[in-house]
């Protein structure tokens, strides 16, 4: 089975503040992949990024990095700067290998709304 | 843009009916997901299409079936509706080509049920 937690539901902050959104996943495999996606208020799922299991070196892209640590089963993504336009909801997301079949599917979190005021 | 499409954006029926999503993959891509977003139950995966053959099936009602067309569109039968299939149905891409948990899902608009 495999879980991911987004302890955090909601997040508020002030326009420039940086934030940290924390991701925790459970599996048993030693191959995966880990994914951030963003829903802005218009309702569509962007893609942000895709991690695989063996690669721990964190990303930075403009004002948006993220960390991940297979000791604490954790990939956080952090905005540095927020800006409004940063205002949606954020999932995380895990993929592993189904034994079943062969291929797999995605398996969210329950995502962490972030609103960043002026 | 994602690449994706998905049609309608928004559907108003009544508890009881039948209604078909539409759903257009990225040119190029085999593999086709549906998911369901719900207030209560999140982001769940219904199912998986590649290449027009039924690859994988999560938590899919009876009442609810998908097929992929030899185009590689897809769509989402969702027959007996009631309130609670209220919700966005998203349908994703990928390449396909490893029928991989490796690949990347790009996602589509939705289409927003409603279901009174």
């Known amino acids: 089975a495999q879980k991911v937690t987004q302890a955090q539901t909601e997040i ?12 925790v996943y459970e599996t048993r495999d030693t191959t995966y992949y880990l994914f951030w996606y963003k829903q802005p208020p218009s309702g569509e799922l962007v893609f942000l ?7 721990e070196q964190n990303e930075i892209s403009g004002r948006y990095s993220w960390n991940f640590q297979k000791s604490t089963s954790s990939f956080n993504f952090t905005i540095t700067a927020s800006q409004v336009v940063d205002s949606a909801v954020y999932f995380c997301a895990l993929s592993e290998e189904s034994l ?16 960043v005021s002026p | ?40 139950q999140g982001l769940q995966f219904l199912i998986h299409y590649y290449n027009g053959e039924e690859r994988a099936k999560g938590n899919i009602l009876e009442r609810f079936s998908a097929q ?49």
Not at chain 1, 49 to 55: G, L, P
Not at chain 2, 23 to 31: A, E, V
Not at chain 2, 68 to 79: I, K, R, T, V, Y
């Open chain 1, 49 to 55: 990024i895709r991690r695989n299991s063996f690669d």
């Open chain 2, 68 to 116: 992929q067309f030899p185009d590689l569109h897809s769509e989402l039968n969702l027959s007996s509706l009631e309130l609670g299939d209220s919700a966005l149905y998203f349908c994703a891409s990928s390449k396909g080509s490893s029928g991989g948990f490796q690949e990347t899902q790009y996602f589509g608009p939705g289409t927003r049920l409603l279901v009174l």
């Open chain 1, 100 to 115: 079943r079949s062969g291929y797999s599917t995605l398996t969210f979190g329950k995502g962490t709304m972030l609103l």
């Open chain 1, 12 to 23: 508020s902050v002030v326009e420039k503040e940086d934030v940290t959104l924390d991701c």
């Open chain 2, 1 to 40: 843009d994602s690449g994706v499409t998905q049609t309608p954006k928004h559907l108003i029926t009544a508890t009881g009916q039948r209604v078909t999503l539409r759903c257009s993959p990225r040119s190029g891509d085999l593999s086709v997901y549906w998911y369901q977003q719900s207030l209560d």
